[in-house]
């Protein structure tokens, strides 16, 4: 069984940057896809970032296009999304999901592994 565990989450200022972090429980994450979703209050989650367990392809939602980068570092079976110039409607529970042996895809149905999300508070 894989477990998910998203950290970095908090409160920051609009314009601000925050790095989350999605640990994974097992020493094969580099088997696998990951991507990031989002929810905010009274929406639906909505695909935000997502990386390919071989070639490093990554996808981004357009909202998020030249703010946010993913990236992974398998030695330590974690991945990373780099959130710069954050707006107000960043705000939102983030959640990292993991595919073996996936594409980089924006689907959330094709992510097996999901962690319990972490907050992001962007005040303005």
């Known amino acids: 069984q894989v477990q998910l565990v998203e950290s970095g989450g908090g409160l920051v200022q609009a314009g601000g940057s925050l790095r989350l972090s999605c640990a994974a429980s097992?020493?094969?994450?580099?088997?696998?896809?990951v991507a990031w979703f989002r929810q905010a209050p009274g929406k639906e989650r909505e695909f935000v970032a997502s990386?390919?367990?071989?070639?490093?392809?990554?996808n981004f939602a357009d909202s998020v296009k030249g703010r946010f980068t993913i990236s992974r570092d398998n030695a330590k079976n974690t991945v990373y999304l780099q959130m710069n110039s954050l707006k107000s409607e960043d705000t939102a529970v983030y959640y990292c999901?993991?595919?073996?042996?996936?594409?980089?895809?924006?689907?959330?149905?094709?992510?097996?592994?999901w962690g319990q999300g972490t907050q992001v508070t962007v005040s303005s």
């Open positions: 999901a993991g595919s073996r042996f996936g594409n980089a895809v924006i689907v959330p149905s094709q992510y097996s592994y």
């Open positions: 990386i390919s367990w071989i070639g490093g392809i990554t």
């Open positions: 097992i020493r094969t994450f580099s088997n696998y896809a």
